[in-house]
């Protein structure tokens, strides 16, 4: 199965999404902010299969965050989420980068086929 990085800051949200995706056999790591997830990227052996991660966070947003990676790892596939309107927009400036955006809350069975379809 993949590897993947969820960066969440909320607890709760961190903790449903990687019990999910861990429940279908992905090797799942958390970070709790833009700038942890950025330093696990940075320090990984090998390149994640995908990044799952909040878009509104303290020290560094999932906007920042995503940009940044694409410098490190530019084949790595980033899935954003977020519960605020106007941060969705904020995402559409990263088209290139980011492979969708999930509404929060979402639902189990929604996440596992979000992550599903982008791993092919």
């Known amino acids: 199965m993949a590897r993947i990085l969820v960066v969440e800051d909320d607890d709760s949200v961190r903790l449903f999404t990687q019990r999910a995706l861990s429940a279908d056999g992905h090797a799942v790591d958390v970070a ?8 696990r990227v940075s320090n990984a052996a090998s390149p994640y299969d995908l990044i799952l991660s909040d878009i509104r966070m ?5 906007i920042e965050m995503a ?11 980033i899935l954003l989420m977020t519960g605020y309107a106007e941060q969705r927009e904020r995402a559409a400036e990263l088209s290139g980068i980011v492979r969708g955006v999930v509404d929060k809350p979402f639902t189990l069975p929604e996440i596992r086929s979000r992550v599903c379809s982008l791993l092919g």
């Open 32 to 39: 709790t902010d833009g700038d942890e997830g950025l330093e």
């Open 58 to 62: 303290p020290v560094m947003d999932g």
């Open 67 to 77: 940009g940044r990676v694409a410098d490190i790892s530019p084949a790595t596939p």
